[in-house]
């Protein structure tokens, strides 16, 4: 199994929801990344969890909370969002986070939209 | 990381070779050159990476210049399913650092 899943597809919130987007993998890697994307625009890092333990955190609003509850899964949780929230949120995981090769595999994503 | 100029979008057509661009002119001795593409509406897919030589795998080769300030992919008998956007990244392959971050790309188009 080399997928990386995420659910829901999609996703449509009002700003006082509340809401959690999930993502797991099964091929027992220790790294879990959260990536925002705007449309046409690259990806951009939001959290970097290695070993279930939060590593990176790139100055990203606390209306996001990550949770990793165990190597396998990896949340993300969402509240009093803005409309410019709205994007694709990718989920990935890598074997050991960082390291020579190391290979990235990413989920489809969420597409979320904040009204 | 160092940073990465590749050319905004580029047209091939299919069943010749794409060969896509990527400077990196700043990049360290101990940094990795990695290629990604998102295919619309997926996530990135990982393609290759390199470190000096030249490498190939059943997807793409990677050509590194000596200098290693830059860098060709090369997918050898494109088909419309390569249309997508190529991320060219240059990351130091250090434990702990789990950073990949993505630039602009370069939209290919696989023309029929």
């Known amino acids: 199994d080399t997928e990386v899943t995420q659910t829901p597809k999609h996703l449509v919130m009002g700003m006082t929801n509340k809401k959690s987007l999930k993502c797991e993998q099964h091929?027992?890697?220790?790294?879990m990344y959260w990536y925002k994307q705007k449309a046409k625009k690259p990806p951009e890092l939001m959290f970097v969890?290695?070993?279930?333990?939060?590593?990176i955190n790139e100055s990203v609003p606390s209306r996001f909370s990550p949770e990793c509850p165990n190597s396998s899964l990896l949340n993300l949780h969402l509240h009093a969002l803005q409309p410019e929230d709205s994007a694709l949120y990718l989920c990935?995981?890598?074997?050991?986070?960082?390291?020579?090769?190391?290979?990235?595999?990413f989920g489809s994503g969420t597409q979320l939209s904040v009204l | 990381d160092a940073k990465t100029t590749q050319p905004p979008s580029m047209d091939c057509a299919e069943g010749r070779a794409a060969n896509l661009p990527c400077n990196h002119s700043t990049i360290s001795g101990n940094e990795y050159v990695y290629w990604y593409r998102q295919i619309h509406s997926q996530g990135p897919q990982y393609i290759i990476h390199?470190?000096?030589n030249n490498e190939t795998n059943e997807m793409a080769s990677l050509i590194i210049t000596e200098d290693r300030k830059s860098s060709t992919l090369i997918l050898p008998h494109a088909t419309l399913r390569d249309t997508a956007v190529y991320y060219c990244?240059?990351?130091?392959?250090?434990?702990?650092?789990?950073?990949?971050?993505f630039g602009t790309g370069t939209r290919l188009t696989i023309i029929p």
């Open positions: 990935a995981s890598s074997p050991r986070g960082g390291g020579m090769g190391e290979k990235l595999f």
């Open positions: 990244i240059v990351r130091v392959a250090d434990f702990g650092n789990e950073k990949l971050t």
């Open positions: 390199g470190l000096k």
């Open positions: 091929m027992g890697h220790r790294a």
């Open positions: 969890y290695s070993y279930e333990k939060l590593s």
